[in-house]
C-alpha cells in the first residue's frame, strides 16, 4: 500500500473526524451521504475535498439560477415592451427594455449562448441568426421588433444528437479554430444553401439578368456571400471546403484525424527525423 | 445606448404625426445603421416608432404619370428582395449589382430602400465622440480636414465637413434618374429628384438630405429606360467584399447606332452626396465607345477633383475606374 493509498483509508475511516463542520455541511448540501460519501471521499484528499465541494456546489446554484432567469425580472427595465415570439420552435414571451437587443435576449434571458456577441456593432456576423428563414444580425435587431417572428439560433439546428449537414461538414473539414465566430459562421451558412437554391444573385455573379432557379455556387461565390462572418484564426479554406460539400453534395476526403498509438504517421516521422535534419 | 420610446405603427399617417410632434423621435426601420450609431452615442433619439408592419413593401411597374412604364420600389422592401426581384433584375441590373456591392448578406436581409437612403456617413471622427465633427456636434470643427482623411471627398466638400455618402444603391439611383417619394405631416405626397435627396455639406453639415423631420419616404422610382444592356456597378475597396467603397462607379450606356447616345455616369466614395459625374457624360454623348473616348471622358471629369492630404491616389483610381466600369458595361461585365 502506497502512503497515499494508507491517508486515503484512514480518511474513509475516520470521515467525521477529518472533516470540518463546513465541508459536513457541503457534502449533506450535495445530498452525498453513506457510502456514497465514502466512495467519494476515497477520491479525493483532504485538501482537495472542501474546493471540489465548492466548485460543485457553485455550479449546482449556477444551474439553478440559469433555469429561473427567463421568468426573473431584471433590476430595472425602461420603456418596457411585451414581445413574443417564437425560438427554435418554442413560443417565447419576454418583458424587455427597449433598448434590448435579440442577442441580448437569446444570450442574457433565454440562455442561448451559442449565438456570440463578437464586435456588437455588425461588423464580424459572430451574433448571426436565423430570423423568418432568412439571416441577420441578432446584434442589430431590437427584440422589441420580433414580435411575432420565428428565430432560428445555432441550439435549433442539430435534430437530438444528430448534426445539421452544415454543422458535420465544419467539423470533417475544421472549419474553425477558436470557434468563437463558428455558431454564426454556421447560421450563415445555412441560410445561404436556401439563398441559392432561389437562385438569388451576389455581386460576383456573372449576369444578373440570368434567373436561373437555382443556383450551383463556385468557390468565389461562396466567399462573397459569406463575407459578412470573419474569422480571425483564418479558417477561410476549411469553411468553404465545409459549405462547398454540403452545397454541392459532393463528399470530399476529411485531411485531418486524432492520432492514437497505431498512427503509422507518428512512426514514420520519427523514423525520418535525422534525413529531414540532412534535407534541410 | 439611451433610453427610448418604442411603439409599432400600423398606420403611415399617425406614424409621420408622431415623429412630426417630437424633434428627437425617429422612423426605425431595418435600424442596421441607426441601432449601431445609438449604441455609438452618436444617435439619441428619445422615441423609436417601428415602421417594418407598414405596407410599403410592394416592387411594381408604375402604370400612370411621368416614370409611366418605370418601376416604383416599396420603401420598406428589403434590399435583397429588391435586388433579386425579377423586373429589376431584367430591367435595372444596375440597381441589382450596386445593392449587392454593399454591405453582407444578413445586412442587406435587415435594411430597407427608404433606410439605405437615409444611412449616415461612415467617417471615423462623425461615429468618435472623443472628436471634433460638425456633422454630429455643430460648431466642434471637423477632425477629418487636417486628419486622416485617406477615405474622405475629393469633390464638393466644405471646411465644415470632407466626409463622403457611404451607399452603393444610391450610386446607382442618380445614375438612373430616380426620384424619391415622400409623405409629409399633412398627409401630403411630394417626390424629391433623386439627385436633390442629398445634399453638400456647406455651412449645414448636419443635414444629409433635404427632407424636413416628420417626412416618411413611401417609394422610389425609376423612369424606364434602354440602359439594360450595357451597364456595370464597379466598386472599388480595401477588402475584396464587405467594405465600403473607396471608388464605385455606376455606369450606363445607350447606344444609337455605332455611337453612344445617352450616358449615365455616377460616382460613390468621392463626395458628400452620390456624385453625378456629368462632365464624363457630357463628353461621351455622340462620341464612339471607344477606350480613348473613355479615358477621354473620365479625365472632363476628374479634373476637377480636389483632393485632400491622404487621398490623392483618389483622383487616378477614380479615372481608372470610369474606364474600366464604361468598358465592362459595353461587354455585359465583361473586362
Redesign the interface.
Same mark, same amino acid.
Given at each position: 500500500m502506497t502512503n497515499e493509498q494508507k491517508e486515503v483509508e484512514s480518511l474513509m475511516e475516520n470521515e467525521d473526524r477529518q472533516m470540518s463542520a463546513d465541508e459536513e455541511q457541503l457534502l449533506n448540501e450535495l445530498g452525498v451521504f453513506g457510502e456514497a460519501r465514502r466512495r467519494f471521499l476515497g477520491q479525493v484528499s483532504a485538501a482537495g475535498l472542501s474546493v471540489l465541494a465548492m466548485q460543485m456546489l457553485a455550479e449546482l446554484n449556477a444551474l439553478a439560477a440559469v433555469g429561473e432567469m427567463e421568468n426573473a425580472v431584471p433590476v430595472q427595465i425602461?420603456?418596457a415592451?411585451k414581445v413574443a415570439f417564437k425560438v427554435n420552435g418554442a413560443e417565447k414571451s419576454l418583458r424587455v427594455?427597449?433598448?434590448m &437587443?435579440l442577442l441580448d435576449a437569446l444570450r442574457e434571458r433565454m440562455q442561448l449562448t451559442g449565438s456570440k456577441k463578437g464586435c456588437?456593432? +455588425?461588423q464580424c456576423?459572430a451574433c448571426?441568426v436565423i430570423v423568418d428563414g $432568412? %439571416?441577420?444580425?441578432s446584434c442589430? @435587431?431590437?427584440a422589441? *421588433?420580433c414580435?411575432g417572428k420565428s428565430v432560428m439560433t445555432i441550439e435549433g439546428l442539430a435534430k437530438g444528437d444528430a448534426l445539421h449537414p452544415v454543422q458535420a461538414a465544419f467539423v470533417k473539414h475544421d472549419g474553425f479554430q477558436c470557434g468563437y465566430c463558428t455558431p454564426g459562421q454556421i447560421c450563415?451558412a445555412v441560410?445561404?444553401m436556401t439563398?441559392a437554391k432561389?437562385?438569388?444573385?451576389?455581386?460576383v455573379?456573372?449576369?444578373?439578368?440570368q434567373?436561373p432557379r437555382t443556383l450551383q455556387l463556385s468557390d468565389e461565390e461562396i466567399?462573397? %456571400?459569406m463575407?459578412?462572418?470573419i474569422c480571425r484564426c483564418g479558417a477561410y479554406p476549411n469553411i468553404v471546403a465545409a459549405i462547398r460539400e454540403v452545397h454541392t453534395g459532393k463528399e470530399s476526403a476529411q485531411t485531418w484525424q486524432f492520432a492514437d498509438e497505431n498512427d503509422p504517421a507518428i512512426f514514420e516521422n520519427s523514423d525520418k527525423e535525422d534525413a529531414r535534419d540532412e534535407t534541410v | 445606448?439611451r /433610453?427610448?420610446?418604442?411603439s $409599432?405603427a400600423n398606420d403611415a399617417a399617425n406614424a409621420v404625426r408622431t415623429i412630426s410632434a417630437n424633434a428627437n423621435a425617429k422612423f426605425?426601420a431595418g435600424? @442596421?445603421n441607426l441601432?449601431?450609431l445609438m449604441?455609438?452615442d452618436v444617435e439619441r433619439p428619445n422615441e423609436?416608432v417601428?415602421i *417594418?408592419r407598414l405596407n410599403f413593401t410592394p416592387i411594381k411597374t408604375i402604370a400612370n404619370g411621368a416614370n409611366k412604364g418605370g418601376v416604383s420600389i416599396g420603401a420598406l422592401a428589403k434590399n &435583397?428582395d429588391t435586388?433579386?426581384q /425579377?423586373l429589376i433584375?431584367?430591367n435595372y /441590373?444596375l440597381l @441589382?449589382?450596386a445593392i449587392?456591392?454593399g454591405?453582407?448578406?444578413?445586412?442587406r436581409?435587415?435594411a430597407t430602400n427608404g433606410g439605405n437612403l437615409l444611412q449616415r456617413t461612415r467617417c471615423s471622427y462623425f461615429y468618435d465622440t472623443a472628436m471634433p465633427c460638425n456633422k454630429r456636434e455643430p460648431g466642434s470643427g471637423c477632425g477629418a480636414l487636417e486628419g486622416i482623411n485617406r477615405m474622405h471627398a475629393i469633390f464638393g466638400y466644405s471646411e465644415q465637413c470632407v466626409a463622403v455618402h457611404p451607399s452603393d444603391m444610391c450610386i446607382a439611383l442618380v445614375a438612373l434618374d430616380a426620384t424619391v417619394k415622400v409623405q409629409g405631416a399633412d398627409g401630403k405626397e411630394r417626390s424629391i429628384l433623386f439627385a436633390d435627396f442629398h445634399r453638400l455639406p456647406g455651412n449645414t453639415p448636419d443635414k444629409d438630405t433635404n427632407l424636413q423631420h416628420g417626412e416618411l419616404i413611401t417609394a422610389i422610382e425609376l423612369p424606364k429606360n434602354n440602359f439594360?444592356d450595357k451597364s456595370y456597378y464597379l466598386?472599388v475597396r480595401d $477588402?475584396?467584399?464587405?467594405a465600403f467603397a473607396l471608388v464605385s462607379v455606376a455606369a450606363a450606356l445607350e447606344m444609337n447606332g455605332g455611337n453612344i447616345g445617352q450616358a449615365r455616369i455616377a460616382l460613390g466614395g468621392v463626395a458628400h452626396k452620390p456624385w453625378r459625374a456629368t462632365e464624363a457624360e457630357k463628353f461621351l454623348v455622340g462620341k464612339a465607345a471607344t477606350e480613348a473616348n473613355f479615358k477621354s471622358a473620365a479625365d472632363a471629369e476628374m479634373r476637377n477633383a480636389k483632393p485632400l492630404e491622404h487621398n490623392k491616389f483618389k483622383v487616378e483610381l477614380g479615372r481608372r475606374a470610369i474606364v474600366r466600369a464604361l468598358q465592362m458595361a459595353m461587354n +455585359? +461585365?465583361a473586362v
Open positions: 425602461e420603456n415592451v427594455d427597449s433598448r &437587443t456588437d456593432h +455588425g456576423g448571426t $432568412r %439571416r441577420v444580425l442589430l @435587431t431590437l422589441a *421588433t414580435e450563415s441560410a445561404l439563398e432561389n437562385g438569388e444573385a451576389s455581386y455573379t456573372a449576369d444578373v439578368r434567373q466567399r462573397e %456571400r463575407s459578412g462572418n | 445606448m /433610453p427610448f420610446k418604442y $409599432r426605425l435600424g @442596421t441601432i449601431d449604441k455609438e423609436l417601428d *417594418t &435583397t435586388a433579386n /425579377p433584375r431584367q /441590373p @441589382t449589382q449587392l456591392a454591405a453582407s448578406g444578413q445586412i436581409n435587415m439594360a466598386k $477588402r475584396a467584399s464587405y +455585359g +461585365g
